[in-house]
């Protein structure tokens, strides 16, 4: 049984209104590409949450065995996680500007100011992770603190995923489930 005729075929959508609002380089490519406003974002957000939960993840997975490589993995991961988040923050401050101009700010400045602790704390980690290689090997007092900071890392990401999902996904308590 053929099920293409079930499935909706997506209709070709011209630029949103706010689109013309948007000048230069970035106005032209995003009115000659309406699709890019909102898929650059959600694409890229998933990199920096993925990598910055197995960052945690293989840092806890190396104290309880002691495999080196787990540790090594860890820091790569961490390194990732940074590379990917300003991409992520620099195109979802593009789909607000863009596509979500007329949504209340709350949750934006929720989002804001907790990537941005999340992008200081990342880079911090990576930079003492770079300067100090056996900073959970040789553990030691200063091991906590950068432990801490990248258990904190994976629980930043979900508090911003979770007020940029908000615009997506709103929470709607008059649905039934």
């Known amino acids: 049984m053929n099920h293409d005729n079930l499935r909706p075929k997506p209709a070709a959508r011209a630029a949103p209104p706010s689109l013309t609002r948007l000048s230069?380089?970035?106005?032209?490519?995003?009115?000659?590409?309406?699709?890019?406003?909102?898929?650059?974002?959600?694409?890229?957000?998933?990199?920096?949450i993925v990598f910055l939960y197995s960052a945690a993840v293989f840092s806890l997975v190396y104290?309880?065995?002691?495999?080196?490589?787990?540790?090594?993995?860890?820091?790569?991961?961490l390194a990732a996680g940074m590379?990917?988040?300003?991409?992520?923050?620099?195109?979802?401050?593009?789909?607000?500007?863009v596509s979500?101009?007329?949504?209340?700010?709350?949750?934006?400045?929720?989002?804001?100011?907790y990537s941005g602790i999340l992008l200081v704390l990342g880079a911090a980690a990576l930079l003492w992770r770079w300067l100090d290689p056996f900073i959970l090997r040789d553990f030691r007092w200063e091991s906590?603190?950068?432990?801490?900071?990248?258990?904190?890392?994976?629980?930043?990401?979900?508090?911003?995923?979770?007020?940029?999902?908000?615009?997506t996904f709103p929470l709607d308590n008059n649905e039934k489930s």
Do not use: W
């Open 144 to 167: 906590f603190l950068y432990l801490a900071i990248i258990l904190a890392l994976p629980t930043l990401a979900t508090i911003v995923s979770f007020f940029g999902g908000l615009l």
């Open 83 to 97: 590379l990917f988040l300003p991409v992520s923050i620099v195109t979802g401050e593009v789909s607000r500007r």
């Open 24 to 48: 230069g380089f970035l106005g032209r490519v995003l009115q000659k590409y309406p699709s890019l406003v909102r898929h650059p974002h959600a694409f890229a957000v998933h990199f920096p």
């Open 63 to 77: 104290l309880l065995t002691d495999t080196d490589s787990l540790e090594i993995s860890a820091f790569h991961f």
């Open 100 to 113: 979500y101009s007329q949504e209340p700010v709350q949750a934006f400045r929720i989002e804001i100011y």
